[in-house]
C-alpha cells in the first residue's frame, strides 16, 4: 500500500458507514446506532474524527474530545477515545497519521494534555511512537498522556 495516497480528513457522512467494519468486532452497539452516534458527534467543535481514505475506502479513524479549559487553569485535556485502523492496514503508517493528526488538532485547540488508555492489542502501537502506559489504576488498560506547550485559552 501506498501511504503517500492516504488522504487523512475530518469524517464526512459518506465516510461513517465505512467505519463500522472496523468498529464491529470492538462494539457493544448496532450499525445504526454507531453511524448515528458518529454523525452526531463529527458535527460538535469540541470533538474531531479524522478517517484514513485510500481511495475513498476507510482504512482507520480515530475520535478525539476536548473537554475544554479546566475552570482554575483555564487548560483543557483532550481524550484520545478510539484509534482502530483495519487489520489489512495495520503497520504500514495509517495508525501513525491518524495519531498525528489527532496531536495536530489538539495543538490547533491549544490543548494542554491529550489522555488515553490502550488495550493489550494497542500497545506495541503507542510503544512504536515512543510512548509507555502507566499501568495505574487498570493493568489492562494502560494511561497514556502527553502535554503539550502550555498555552492558555483567553
Not at 457493544?28 to 469540541?46: M, P
Not at 474524527?49 to 476536548?66: F, R, S, T
Request: with cysteine.
Amino acid at each position: 500500500m501506498q501511504t503517500r495516497n492516504l488522504i487523512i480528513r475530518h469524517a464526512e457522512p459518506e465516510d461513517v458507514p465505512g467505519m463500522w467494519p472496523i468498529i464491529e468486532d470492538h462494539s457493544d452497539q448496532n450499525k445504526e446506532l454507531f453511524v448515528c452516534r458518529v454523525l452526531e458527534k463529527r458535527l460538535l467543535a469540541d470533538h474531531y474524527i479524522p478517517v484514513a481514505l485510500l481511495e475513498n475506502q476507510v482504512l482507520g479513524y480515530a475520535w478525539v474530545h476536548d473537554y475544554g479549559p479546566h475552570i482554575r487553569t483555564g487548560h483543557s485535556t483532550a481524550r484520545l477515545n478510539d484509534l482502530f485502523v483495519s487489520g489489512g492496514h495495520r503497520r504500514k503508517g495509517v495508525g501513525h497519521q491518524l495519531f498525528q493528526a489527532v496531536k495536530s488538532w489538539c495543538d490547533a485547540r491549544q490543548v494542554r494534555w491529550l489522555q488515553w488508555q490502550s488495550s493489550a492489542a494497542g500497545l506495541p502501537f503507542y510503544e512504536s511512537l515512543g510512548f509507555k502506559g502507566d499501568s495505574c489504576p487498570d493493568p489492562e488498560h494502560p494511561f497514556f498522556e502527553i502535554e503539550f506547550s502550555a498555552k492558555k485559552k483567553t
